[in-house]
């Protein structure tokens, strides 16, 4: 089925918006605030703790940024008054990173800043290598004003170790994850065995220096690996967390939770989830496959 897969995948963008977005539902909390937060209360109740991403990265206006930073600030004074336990993840081509970085940075420090005044928390998402060495630097400003600021890195990518390296002195809060951009050989490993060594060196590495880590991953190998090296080292629960995207590998995420791990689901939501949702399903084929489903349902 991999290369149906693979087949439905290139097709995705000559799909019907509606037939998409049957599959989207699965992984989009919805297109609202109150869609968001519905879900997120939910997986509070068992047990799961969220962090919300209003979609619609990559905008080429600042209207469009300052728009978003105002939307993201509503958003976590609405989490604060109706009690949510979730955090923001935000893209900072979303808050004009290829339009202006000086007023991406501001934007981004006001998002952190009414954060703070919440007791809550903001995590820079990564976006394809042509963003990461200005989030890092972004990154890095914020972390020297603001405590409640974290920032991903991805272990496909040749740079990550030195990234690491450069930052551990500042004690960051990271989220690891694989990675998931199309990028070149020549800055990122396509070897899934190379990428997962990677991940768990610098996991171990991150976790033996004290630092916390939001452990992002679905698979299940490195899963255990982790949870060994977390029994190892006697960690406790505050100093980590898994993290999962909303719809993927739910009873893995119930396993990890049974076992006593702190997880976090990665909500989307907003009226730009088509976009989302046909980026996300061309990165993973496997997912691209319920679309087929989808179609083979639909015409029964």
């Not at 300052?66 to 949510?84: D, M, V």
């Not at 505050?238 to 893995?252: N, S």
């Not at 909500?267 to 088509?274: E, K, L, N, S, T």
Request: charge should be positive; hydrophobic fraction near 40%.
């Amino acid at each position: 089925m991999r290369a149906v897969d693979r087949a439905v995948a290139g097709f995705l963008p000559y799909l019907p918006k509606a037939l998409v977005g049957r599959v989207a539902n699965r992984y989009i909390a919805g297109e609202t605030v109150e869609d968001a937060i519905r879900v997120a209360r939910d997986l509070n109740s068992k047990g799961f703790r969220a962090t919300m991403d209003i979609l619609g990265e990559d905008i080429h206006r600042l209207d469009q940024a300052h728009s978003a930073a105002e939307n993201y600030r509503a958003l976590l004074g609405e989490l604060h008054r109706q009690k949510i336990d979730s955090n923001v993840s935000v893209k900072l081509t979303q808050l004009g990173l290829k339009v202006d970085k000086k007023e991406c940075l501001s934007l981004a420090d006001s998002v952190v800043a009414r954060a703070q005044e919440l007791g809550n928390f903001v995590r820079l998402d990564m976006e394809d290598s042509s963003c990461t060495s200005d989030t890092l630097e972004i990154y890095s400003d914020l972390r020297r004003r603001h405590a409640n600021v974290g920032v991903v890195i991805q272990a496909y990518l040749h740079r990550t170790a030195d990234d690491v390296a450069r930052l551990i002195d500042s004690k960051p809060n990271f989220r690891l994850c694989k990675g998931v951009y199309v990028e070149p050989e020549s800055i990122a490993w396509h070897d899934m065995r190379q990428i997962n060594r990677n991940y768990l060196e610098i996991l171990e590495r991150l976790l033996r220096a004290g630092i916390y880590v939001g452990i992002a991953t679905h698979d299940e190998h490195i899963v255990q690996t982790a949870q060994r090296l977390i029994a190892e080292l006697k960690l406790p629960p505050a100093a980590y967390e898994f993290q999962m995207l909303l719809g993927v590998t739910e009873p893995l995420r119930a396993r990890i939770r049974t076992a006593g791990h702190p997880l976090r689901v990665y909500i989307p939501f907003g009226r730009d989830w088509y976009a989302y949702s046909v980026r996300r399903l061309r990165e993973n084929p496997r997912l691209a496959g319920y679309v087929l489903k989808a179609m083979l349902i639909s015409s029964s």
